[in-house]
């Protein structure tokens, strides 16, 4: 099992890197060149989403990003150290209307990457939270001499 790690300033511009750093293992563990296009929106959708849940609370600590080639299938996990509330709760001092934005827009990016990937689980907890997305991956085929 093959594993990159790759750890960013929860910074917008440093999105497009990860993208495509993960497009280039992805490609490289034998994942079907018609989808990446989609892992990488996918994955940006996921390191923005990071991105923006790190600034809302101004956290420093980086995104973190780890790519992992197994046997059949080829796994990518961004994940955050924001902490994530249940639905109805508020951040202690948050107002209605900023936790309202902030739940619309983190459910339009959970959208966003389950029509984009087939195999999503996402975890949340107080100390942060992830996405593990995973795709199959094919075998590179033998050339005979």
Known sequence: MATVELRFSAL???VRTARLVAAAV???AGVDEAVLDELRLAVGEACTRAV???Q???ITAPVKVVLI???KQFSIEVGDEAPHHAPGDRAPGAADEDSD???EEDEMGLAVISGLVDDVEVTAGEHGGSIRMTWPTTPPIAVLP
């Open 101 to 103: 934005v902030e739940t």
């Open 52 to 54: 923006g849940l790190h």
């Open 26 to 28: 992805a490609r490289r």
């Open 56 to 58: 809302s609370v101004g």
């Open 69 to 71: 080639e197994e046997e």
């Open 12 to 14: 917008p511009e440093h």
